[in-house]
C-alpha cells in the first residue's frame, strides 16, 4: 500500500459547522468562505498527523443536476483537489454524495492508492465504508471540529461513526474563524433600493412583452381567449407593501406529528429553556434569509404560507441542532417553536 494519505471532505458537514461558528446559522448565503485558505488548513492538520504527503482531497457537495457551480469550478481548479459532485432533488435534498464518498474510499483502499484515510464528516451511514476500508489495511482518521461540550469532543459527528474510525483529531479553531466570514448583515436602505430597481426592471419587462404580444381583438361571436399577455398581468399573490396576516393557529397542525404535544404552557423550566433557544434560532434564520434574499424570492415564499421550503426547513433543524443537540430538534414543541419564530421576525423585516 502507498504511503500516502487521502483527504475525503464532506462539504455540507463542514460548511455547515463552520458558518455556524461565523454567522450563527447554516444557511450558506450567510456567510462566505475562504476556500484556498481551509484546503491549505486541513491538508496541514492531515501532514502534522500522519507526516505523509497526500494523493489527494476529493470535496463532496451536491449541485441541481450534479453541474458545476462557479463556486465548485473555483474549488476544483485549486491544486490537488477533485470535485465529486451528487444532485439536489426537488426538495432540496442532497442525493448521492455519501454513496461517491463511500465508494471512493473503499476504492483507494482497495487499490492500495494510500495508506492512511482523512475523513471530515459526521455522518454515521460513513460507518461501514470505515470499516471496510479498515479490513482492506487502511487506516481512517476523523477529522473534526473541536467542541469542549460535546461528550465526543468534537462537533456533530455521530457517535456510531466515532466509535469505527481509528482515531479523531481537529482543525485549529484559528482555521475555522480565518476561513469563515459573516457576509454582510442586511441594509433596510440597500433592500428598499434594491427592491425599486427589481420593481422598475419587471415594469419594463411587462412593457416590452405587451408590446410584443397585445391581444389581438375576437372577431364578432367569438369567445374571449386569454393570451401569453393577459395571464402574465393576472396577480399570483397579494401584495406585499402590507404584511400578511399572521397564519391562523390551526395552522400549526401541518407541523404536527404523532407526538401529540400540549403546546408550550405545560413545558418544565427545562423545556421552556429549550424553546427559547429554538425561537432565537428561528428568528436569526429569517433575519439571515431576508438579508441574501430577492424581493421575487419572498413574494413566493409569502405565497405559500404557512408552509416552508425544505431548503430553509432543513437550515432550521440544522442551526438549532447545534445549539440543542440532535434529539431535541425531534420534539415538537421545539419545531413549532422553530417555524412561528421564522414567520413572526419574517413578519417583522417585511
Known amino acids: 500500500m502507498m504511503s500516502q494519505s487521502a483527504i475525503f471532505v464532506d462539504a455540507s458537514f463542514l460548511l455547515a459547522i463552520g458558518g455556524h461558528r461565523a454567522s450563527g446559522t447554516t444557511l450558506r448565503a450567510a456567510f462566505t468562505v475562504n476556500y484556498e485558505a481551509l484546503i491549505e488548513g486541513i491538508l496541514k492538520t492531515a501532514k502534522d498527523s500522519s507526516g505523509l504527503e497526500n494523493l489527494r482531497i476529493y470535496w463532496y457537495d451536491a449541485a441541481k443536476d450534479a453541474i458545476f457551480t462557479d463556486q465548485h469550478k473555483r474549488i476544483g481548479l485549486i491544486p490537488g483537489v477533485k470535485v465529486r459532485l451528487g444532485r439536489i432533488s426537488f426538495n432540496g435534498e442532497q442525493k448521492g454524495v455519501d454513496l461517491k464518498l463511500g465508494l471512493d474510499l473503499v476504492g483507494i483502499a482497495r487499490n492500495r492508492a494510500a495508506s492512511v484515510a482523512f475523513l471530515v464528516s459526521g455522518d ?62 442586511w441594509d433596510p436602505e440597500h433592500a428598499s433600493h434594491s427592491a425599486a430597481i427589481a420593481s422598475a426592471a419587471a415594469a419594463s419587462r411587462e412593457a416590452r412583452t405587451d408590446s410584443v404580444s397585445a391581444p389581438i381583438a375576437p372577431k364578432p361571436g367569438m369567445p374571449k381567449v386569454p393570451t401569453p399577455a393577459l395571464l402574465s398581468q393576472r396577480p399570483k399573490f397579494q401584495s406585499t407593501t402590507q404584511a400578511p396576516a399572521p397564519a391562523p393557529a390551526d395552522y400549526q397542525l401541518v407541523y404536527s406529528s404523532t407526538n401529540q404535544s400540549s403546546g408550550f404552557a405545560g413545558a418544565t423550566s427545562a423545556d421552556r429553556s429549550a424553546i427559547e433557544v429554538a425561537t432565537e434560532v428561528g428568528s436569526s434564520v429569517a433575519t439571515n434569509w431576508r438579508a441574501s434574499t430577492t424581493e421575487t424570492e419572498l413574494r413566493d415564499l409569502l405565497a405559500d404560507r404557512p408552509l416552508l421550503p425544505p431548503e430553509i426547513d432543513r437550515v432550521l433543524l440544522k442551526d438549532c441542532a447545534q445549539r440543542l443537540g440532535e434529539w431535541k430538534t425531534d420534539l415538537q414543541d421545539i419545531r413549532r417553536a422553530l417555524r412561528v419564530a421564522f414567520w413572526e421576525q419574517l413578519d417583522q423585516l417585511t
Open 124 to 185: 454515521d451511514d460513513l460507518a461501514e465504508a470505515v470499516e471496510e476500508a479498515q479490513d482492506l489495511g487502511m487506516k481512517v482518521v476523523l477529522i473534526g471540529v473541536e467542541k469542549a461540550d460535546h461528550r465526543l469532543g468534537v462537533a456533530s459527528v455521530a457517535e456510531h461513526l466515532a466509535l469505527r474510525v481509528d482515531s479523531i483529531i481537529t482543525l485549529p479553531e484559528e482555521l475555522i474563524k480565518s476561513s469563515f466570514v459573516k457576509a454582510v448583515s
